[in-house]
């Protein structure tokens, strides 16, 4: 059984920044990684991922350039490092896993973790 804990949101000030992490049980070495997040009222929207060895990134125009998202496969951790957010940056952020390649579509990860909210005020 996979189990996904996200870690790292709360309260920031525009302009200020976050980590989130995600601590992850299971074969963690073998999965794609992702972050999506769920603004208020809206659906949920891919952020980042990285492949299986860390080496490949990818990222949502709306980040690309603030956010970072790491992984360290010796602690079974994801990262996601938030630089200069914005009040559009507020959502509840979740960390994702699945076997295959990266891809954007969250109906296509296969594990989640119950999600950790980030609120970003002016």
């Known amino acids: 059984q996979v189990q996904l804990v996200e870690s790292g949101g709360g309260l920031v000030e525009a302009g200020g920044s976050l980590r989130l992490s995600c601590v992850v049980s299971?074969?963690?070495?073998?999965?794609?990684m992702a972050w999506f997040r769920q603004p208020p009222g809206k659906e949920r929207e891919f952020v980042a991922a990285i492949s299986w060895s860390g080496d490949t990134t990818y990222y949502a125009d709306s980040v690309n350039g603030r956010f970072t998202i790491s992984r360290d496969n010796a602690k079974y951790t994801l990262y996601l490092q938030m630089n200069t957010l914005k009040r559009e940056d507020t959502a509840d952020y979740y960390c994702?896993?699945?076997?295959?390649?990266?891809?954007?579509?969250?109906?296509?990860?296969?594990?989640w973790g119950q999600g950790t909210q980030v609120a970003v005020s002016s």
């Open positions: 299971g074969r963690f070495r073998t999965y794609v």
């Open positions: 994702a896993a699945r076997k295959a390649i990266a891809t954007t579509f969250a109906n296509q990860y296969e594990y």
